[in-house]
């Protein structure tokens, strides 16, 4: 965008500037770089043990005996390490004069610069960049400069190839790795390391090579579960030494040698220089801003939070795979096992449906690819359709599924999370193909799930658990009911679609469904219960949520303080864990007043104790919507900086969910988008008073428009 030159550069940096052991597992999330395929923790490639090396590549989970299917952690290939005539550049035994490391968002590279004296009082400067390819899957690379500022000595650079490190390093604590086998590809050729994941035989391989300037000898360490690769060389004083690591790896996902392939690949990368390769990084992560950054003038720390946001978001998106779909930690560490949840359809998806539609088809065909064993759950509790589990992985079995009382709103966000899609980007292919298949099925399962309540006159659900995870096995909560009608009466309109398009038929007598069924979708949607608004003038949240004892969130309590069994002794009052009636009212704005909105923001709010990371985006995107500004701004700078502010604890993973909803308060909250009766975007923006313009582009039907915003005008463009 050219809107950059407004902004300094300090909006696309988060910076390092000082080591602490202690908070190195944070900062190897908030570092992480990652490109869809894959993603390499912010490791400190000269001491990575000092934190939590991980490298993850999505899709490749392992089984877990008695637990949850988990994301591996594979080998790490990050470890560069330095020794300089008999001295490690080790940041715990000699002295650090100068030490930053920064996250540049623009370029997608992590930079590193150390200033380090070792015991004999000499002085060395490691400067590095690293990059995970993000139009290279394949590729990872960190390059740089070594700079003995006051002596001259030799030195030993060594690459890595670390399966020791990582082996117990997934989630379980479980080791994984069968048939490890270290190699020595030659002279020039670089090092391998390969394994197969026991539970799920998935062959993994990477390959990686070091490179200096300077003329050098090499030596090989190849042991059990680990390899490295040594090039020792004379250094001159304040003479810079230019190095590079190029890796390359790939998975039997990918190919069916990856071995092979990540040689062949490796030996691709080495031929190109490491500026070359930087270069179209560079170049391509232009363009992923071109499509998705928003520009907040008068601002700067909002608008460094919302390119945070936006570039770990961003570089989790996947055109090419969908098979996979994005864990609630993102590829950004080893936390809730890499699996998906909710998350990804009501979180982060819009995101890609208005930036990256591509990535956001595939993220939904993902869902669709695992239509059976969602079909499967839903005929395990008896119900008709599909059910989509709480956590998937690889399956969409539902793991440790015992009965209802926990969640099942998930089902229908997926249906939503379509209805979303296709209504922006006008993908008839996909909807017929796929999407309405997955909205007709999932309405489906809404018909066996509801109970008719002769007293109330209606369809109730029973034994449910809304976004609210405090009270769990309630009646009727006001979220869930209304997603089940949205659910029945857009699978009955899905229904419809077919019809006209004389695609029905083949459907109908696929699934086994009478040619009326839509019908009984209406009148069960018709039905729904939803708990009063009366006299309050907004949802209860459930049947009888306004009999628990009345209590405000407690402001002073962080949010690891709400352990289980706080949360627990919790349930007899109103305090919400997150945002709940207050999704709804978000997710539904044309549903209802604005002043039912208002009053519910209102009054749930104060009852919030946000200490999930998926509350406060929520109510900052319907308190913008409410007129309710200022306090909406609160909350989401709070929430957008969760990750980075004195409170965040991340170690294990970036919230991937919390990423994706900073990024719809600006677009549906600030900016008020809303889609008008005739189908096409508008916007109704309330700004923070101190904004002086909120730009942005989003893709509307295969057009690309821009959204530039200013308090009290605004203009809307196509691009
Ligand atoms: O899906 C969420 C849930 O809503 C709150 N706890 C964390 C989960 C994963 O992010």
Known sequence: MSDDALNTDQDWLMEESTCNPLKMAQWETLFTLANGYCGLRGSLETSPLLGDPGFFVAG??????????????????????????????????????????????RSGTLECKIDYRDP??????????????????????????????????????????????????????????EDLEAGDLGEGEGIELGLKTSGTGILVAEAARIEIEEESSRSVRVEDDLVAESLSFQMKEGIPVSFSKKVSFFTSRDVADPA???????????????????????????????????????????????????????????????????????????????????????????????TCPEAAKALLKYRYNLLEDARSNAARVDCPGARFPWNSSFHGREEQFKAFGWQDHQTADVAY?????????????????????????????????????????AY????????????????????????????????????????EAGRWDKLRQRLGLEDDEDENWRAIAKDIYMTSTEPQGFHEQ?????ELEDRMADRSMKPV????????????????K????????????????????????????PRTAHCSSLSRSIYAALGAQVGRTEEAYRLWLKGAEVDYDEEASCDGGIHAASLGGAWQALVFGFAGMQINNDGSPVFEPNLPSHWKRLCFRIQWRGERMKVDLRPGTGDVSSQ
């Open 120 to 177: 004999a009082g000499r002085t060395t400067r490691w400067e590095s960049k690293r990059l995970v390819g993000i139009n290279k899957p394949h590729l990872g690379m960190i390059w740089g400069t070594i700079t003995p500022l006051d002596y001259s000595d030799k030195a030993t650079l060594t690459g890595s190839i670390d399966a020791w490190s990582t082996k117990y390093g997934s989630d379980s604590g479980q080791n994984h790795y």
């Open 561 to 576: 303080e709400y352990t289980g069994k706080v949360l627990g002794g919790l349930e007899e009052t109103q305090v919400n």
């Open 260 to 354: 092979e392939k990540a040689r062949k690949k490796l030996k691709a990368f080495a031929k190109l220089p490491a500026e070359k390769l930087a270069e179209e990084h560079r170049r391509e992560w232009a363009k992923i801003w071109a499509d998705s950054d928003v520009v907040i003038e008068g601002d700067p720390r909002a608008q460094k939070a919302a390119r945070f946001n936006i570039f770990h978001l961003a570089s989790l998106g996947n055109s090419r795979d969908d098979r996979v779909s994005l864990g609630a930690k993102g590829l950004h560490g080893n936390g809730y096992k890499g699996q998906v949840f909710w998350d990804t359809e009501q979180y982060m998806v819009p995101f890609f449906t208005y």
């Open 578 to 605: 997150q945002a709940d009636t207050a999704l709804l009212y978000y997710l539904f704005p044309d549903d209802f007043p604005d002043e039912m909105r208002r009053k519910g923001f209102d009054y749930y709010e």
């Open 542 to 546: 459930f049947d009888s949520f306004f």
């Open 417 to 457: 999370a379509v209805d979303s899609y296709v209504r922006a980007t006008g993908d008839r292919e996909f909807y017929l193909d796929s999407g309405a298949e997955m909205i007709i099925e999932t309405g489906r399962f809404w018909t066996g799930r509801v109970e008719w309540d002769a007293d109330k006159r």
């Open 60 to 105: 490749v989970f392992d089984t877990v005996e008695g637990g949850k299917d988990e994301l591996v952690n594979l080998p790490a290939w990050v470890g560069l390490e330095l020794n300089m005539g008999g001295f490690d550049l080790d940041i715990t035994e000699g002295e650090v004069l100068n030490y930053r490391r920064r996250l540049n968002m």
């Open 460 to 499: 109730v659900i029973t034994h449910i658990t809304g976004s609210d995870e405090i009270h769990t096995s309630i009646e009727n909560n006001a979220l869930t009911n209304y997603l089940a009608r949205f659910n029945l009466l857009r699978a009955a309109r899905a229904v419809q679609d077919l019809r």
